[in-house]
């Protein structure tokens, strides 16, 4: 009888323990539902709005081709001359005006699908002409911020290409090590650290 009650008191607080851990869990968006476009965080509008990047030029920045706001951060110790200065500073204007043109079409091409959605309008077809709206805008986004780091990359020497990479964290600093039997003036000069 002994056996028998603890029996039971063993499956009645396990089975307890089950119910408790086995609801299911919330899902990762939750809370997004309230935003006004869902696919769209404020902070993705904003973004969009100033001409950021929104990691779109990642294929070019981790593969060493500098983008002109970082390059405009660290003119000084890149160095950049002023005519590279005024160079990159027309690239990153003419970059960040298209970007925020594009960024509102895209901004407006996704609050017509959230709508569609929201009222239940959407069909196979009208949604395949949003999705390609959609898709047109990222491409050219992209394309506005890769273009930018090949025109700025054009601007530069391979010392201040490989100095930009340093100081961002991608490659070690040419200017940190000199071989030995150099002399330190003319090694820091070849190198760009001057």
């Given at each position: 009888m002994k056996h028998l009650i603890l029996s039971s008191l063993a499956l009645i607080v396990s089975g307890a323990a089950v119910a408790q851990h086995s609801h299911t869990p919330p899902s990762p968006y939750a809370g997004e539902d309230a935003r006004a476009i869902k696919s769209l965080s404020d902070d993705d509008i904003a973004e969009l709005r100033r001409g950021g990047g929104w990691g779109l030029a990642k294929a070019a920045e981790l593969n060493g081709l500098p983008g002109p706001a970082h390059l405009l951060e660290l003119k000084d110790e890149i160095p950049l001359s002023a005519e590279q200065v005024s160079a990159i500073e027309r690239i990153f204007e003419r970059m960040r005006a298209d970007a925020i043109a594009e960024g509102e079409r895209l901004i407006a091409r996704e609050r017509v699908l959230e709508e569609?959605?929201?009222?239940?309008?959407?069909?196979?077809?009208?949604?395949?002409?949003?999705?390609?709206?959609?898709?047109?805008?990222?491409?050219?986004?992209?394309?506005?911020?890769?273009t930018?780091?090949?025109?700025?990359?054009?601007?530069?020497?391979?010392?201040?290409?490989?100095?930009?990479?340093?100081?961002?964290?991608?490659?070690?600093?040419?200017?940190?090590?000199?071989?030995?039997?150099?002399?330190?003036?003319?090694?820091r000069k070849h190198q760009g650290c001057e």
């Open positions: 569609g959605f929201r009222a239940r309008s959407v069909t196979e077809d009208g949604l395949r002409a949003l999705l390609r709206d959609i898709g047109e805008s990222r491409s050219a986004l992209r394309y506005i911020h890769l930018a780091y090949l025109s700025a990359s054009a601007v530069l020497s391979v010392q201040q290409v490989a100095r930009y990479n340093a100081l961002r964290g991608y490659r070690s600093d040419p200017c940190a090590t000199m071989p030995e039997g150099h002399d330190a003036a003319l090694w």
